[in-house]
């Protein structure tokens, strides 16, 4: 069974920076793609970013061009790079695998959620 363990979140101020990780174990990531999810207080969970097999990436249009998703498969690692930060990014924030198909992603439904790391942007 897989794990995946998240951590860098943290609070922070409109306009700053936060880099999260998400360390897998139990699986490869390199076997799949990859993708960083977040749930406000009282709303849905929503597909923040994504990384395929091939590495393309794709983003919600809510961040594109502020956050950057990648990985690292020497430290089986997915980090998300999070730019100029706003408070409607305040969030927990979840890492998880699947595969993509004609450019949607569809996670591995067997796989739990991590207990995810909390994002609050706030002056």
């Known amino acids: 069974q897989v794990q995946l363990v998240e951590s860098g979140g943290g609070l922070v101020q409109p306009g700053g920076s936060l880099r999260l990780s998400c360390v897998a174990t139990?699986?490869?990531?390199?076997?799949?793609?990859m993708a960083w999810y977040r749930q406000a207080p009282g709303k849905q969970r929503e597909l923040v970013a994504t990384?395929?097999?091939?590495?393309?990436?794709n983003y919600a249009d809510s961040v594109k061009g502020r956050f950057t998703i990648s990985t690292d498969n020497a430290k089986n690692t997915v980090y998300l790079q999070m730019n100029t930060l706003k408070p409607e990014d305040t969030a927990v924030y979840y890492c998880?695998?699947?595969?993509?198909?004609?450019?949607?992603?569809?996670?591995?439904?067997?796989?739990?959620w991590g207990q995810g790391t909390q994002v609050t942007v706030s002056s």
């Open positions: 998880t695998r699947g595969t993509t198909y004609r450019g949607t992603f569809y996670r591995v439904t067997d796989d739990y």
């Open positions: 139990g699986s490869s990531i390199r076997l799949y793609a």
């Open positions: 990384i395929t097999i091939s590495r393309d990436t």
